[in-house]
């Protein structure tokens, strides 16, 4: 309401520049940006990185304003800078908020799950592939077929995946050099798990019940994916039986679970599946 060359304004929390905070200083109480900071945090974004949300809390600051006269160009300024700020978090409201996720992948030192680590890491995601020795799969260059192989080229290239060792569902033959307390440092805080320990031994059906086991002991809501062939790509029944049963353990006993069916050379298709599922969390 206008009188003279001023006007009364009654208003709540707004959002507004630092410039126009440094000029108002007396009139304002600001909280401190590094709590904008933290809230903003709460939320990822997928098309923004955390870096350009902690460059945004920077910029604005949270001021609770107190009834006072000032003066019409003030403001007009105030009411611009707001205008401004609430546009913006008009937008940021209509992009849809997911949380830098973190995601374990056992047995993901091969082709698919090199893939699908490297495109999550890409996206801001925290990956830990679960493998039987994490010092030869990080060597230079590999040393055995024997064992799972990234190389320390793929780990420079993809920071935010790391290898960790685990005894690979089998007690007896466990060939890693720290896989002690696995569960608790990988599976605690993953909100996903993509199972991708290949091979139709024995072995397969050992590791999946492990995971499985250990999940529901430590992270019994994280999700759950398993990744098999489709059953015309598996030429023994034996084959096919260990699959179901691995998929069945899966379904049975875990809360939020995708059991995903590929064809075997269809590694495109496979890692979308994987991502699909991912970007609906």
């Not at 290898?163 to 990988?186: C, E, H, N, S, T």
Request: hydrophobic share 40%; net charge positive; aromatic share 6%.
């Amino acid at each position: 309401r206008r009188t003279g060359q001023s006007r009364t304004i009654w208003t709540g929390v707004v959002l507004k520049a630092k410039a126009l905070r440094r000029e108002n200083e007396p009139r304002y109480h600001s909280l401190t940006s590094s709590l904008v900071s933290s809230h903003l945090r709460n939320f990822r974004v997928r098309y923004f990185a955390t870096s350009n949300l902690q460059f945004l809390a920077r910029r604005l600051t949270v001021c609770c304003l107190s009834p006072t006269k000032i003066s019409s160009s003030t403001a007009e300024t105030m009411f611009s800078t707001s205008s401004l700020a609430l546009g913006l978090i008009l937008l940021l409201s209509t992009i849809v908020h997911v949380d830098a996720l973190n995601v374990v992948i056992p047995g993901g030192t091969g082709t698919i799950g090199q893939k699908v680590a490297s495109t999550l890491g890409s996206q801001g995601h925290s990956v830990q592939i679960l493998c039987r020795n994490a010092f030869l799969a990080s060597a230079p260059a590999r040393v055995s077929s024997d064992f799972g192989w990234v190389g320390k080229s793929y780990l420079n290239s993809n920071p935010r995946v790391s290898l960790r060792d685990w005894d690979g569902g089998d007690l007896l033959d466990i060939v890693g050099q720290d896989w002690l307390g696995w569960q608790d440092d990988a599976l605690t805080g993953a909100d996903a798990v993509i199972n991708l320990c290949g091979g139709y031994t024995e072995q397969r059906v050992m590791a999946c019940e492990r995971i499985v086991r250990e999940s529901l002991r430590v992270n019994p809501t994280a999700m759950q994916i398993t990744l098999s062939p489709v059953d015309e790509d598996l030429s023994m029944k034996l084959k096919k039986d260990r699959v179901v049963l691995c998929e069945k353990m899966v379904k049975d006993n875990c809360m939020n679970s995708a059991c995903l069916r590929v064809e075997i050379n269809d590694i495109d298709g496979a890692c979308q599946k994987i991502m699909d599922v991912i970007d609906g969390l």
